[in-house]
């Protein structure tokens, strides 16, 4: 007689197929990630928090420089994917400060990682940069009420067709020296960024120029103006005059350093900008694109090209930084007063 075949509940047969996931699941998410993930859990029980983004070491030293960054006693930062995020609070605010890096890719990376894992109210964007704008100075502050990004580029054969998302265009035979004649490198065309955000259909791409700081920040931060600003780097190094925070100018960003005079008044002349940088419409476009409030505050530290001699930026950026970490600690100061830290 033949043995009956014993059929297992579906409930073990589900486990045991379960298992393997387990175990893939495990190995696919390091160790060094998942204790970080635990530590982010415990932090965010004490968010919200106002999300701090900076780019690179001298603007990250100037801001701690000043000592207004009090870190967390229990979790003072966490390490993710190579960068640190850390915790503290700044000016009687909770406040969670991350360098990004040089670029637009690490300036979005860096901002989406922020607002997926940590209780973000809102993200202050801060550095130096360059400046198109004659009326402004090496040491000066802007806090931009527009950003564009402009390194997004149709690059096309001399008179060619501009693409119908071309808003503006740059012709390289309009700077042959001598004047005259068509140029081999033909002509850019400025295209619009695909924007996907929470206010747009899903899906359905807008296709914005210009990118406007939170309303209600810059509303805050247009009450700063007037705020004084540091005029020496050091004892024997000093500018010629008191720089000032100009509140309401726009900002172009690409992942180009420009030093260039020619290409720094075609962009001034064309799109009115003031800074220029790598980063600012990278976290401009991520915080909007997700619903969250952001502004960006920036110190020039160099003129674009449109200096004599070498760039400045080396020499005075330590200045710039410093500058623009007072009007940062000065605006989170003004923000109301629900960020308090319980730490």
């Known amino acids: 007689m033949a043995a009956k075949q014993v059929i297992p509940p579906f409930s073990l047969i589900l486990a045991f197929a379960f298992i393997p996931l387990l175990v893939f699941s495990a190995q696919a998410v390091p160790l060094e990630r998942l204790n970080s993930l635990r530590v982010i859990k415990s932090v965010n029980k004490n968010g919200p928090f106002l999300g701090l983004i900076t780019v690179y070491a001298p603007e990250e030293e ?41 670029g637009l890719v690490n300036a979005a990376a860096a901002t989406q990682q922020m607002l997926d894992l940590f209780d973000i109210k809102g993200v202050i964007h801060f550095g130096i940069s360059g400046n198109a704008n004659s009326s402004m100075h090496i040491g000066d502050v802007t806090i ?90 050091n004892s024997t190094l000093c500018l010629p005059q008191i720089p000032k925070l100009v509140v309401g100018l726009k900002g172009a960003t690409s992942n180009f350093f420009i030093d260039n005079a020619a290409y720094t008044d075609f962009l001034f002349k064309t799109f009115g900008v003031t800074s220029l940088d790598m980063e600012s419409s990278a976290v401009v476009m991520t915080c909007l694109s997700n619903g969250y409030p952001v502004i ?8 674009a090209g449109t200096q004599e001699g070498d760039n400045t930026i080396r020499l005075f950026g330590p200045l710039a930084a410093l500058n623009t970490a007072k009007v940062v600690i000065s605006f989170v100061k003004s923000l109301p007063g629900n960020y308090i830290s319980k730490f």
């Open 296 to 303: 960006v505050i920036r110190g020039v530290s160099d003129l």
């Open 62 to 102: 100037a801001f701690f420089s000043t000592g207004v960054f009090r870190p967390d006693p229990r979790h003072p930062f966490v390490d993710l994917s190579g960068r640190r995020f850390q915790i503290g609070k700044v000016a009687g605010k909770k406040a969670i400060y991350v360098k990004c890096g040089v």
């Open 144 to 233: 931009p009420y527009q950003i564009a990004q402009t390194g997004l580029w149709d690059w096309l054969k001399p008179n060619a067709t501009l693409e119908p998302n071309d808003f503006a265009q740059f012709d390289f035979k309009n700077y042959n020296v001598p004047k005259g004649g068509d140029n081999k490198l033909g002509r850019v065309g400025y295209s619009t960024e695909q924007f996907y955000s929470t206010s747009g259909e899903v899906n359905v791409p807008q296709r914005p120029v210009w990118f406007n700081i939170t309303k209600n920040w810059f509303n805050v931060a247009s009450h700063l103006q007037g705020l004084k600003l540091e005029q020496c780097a």
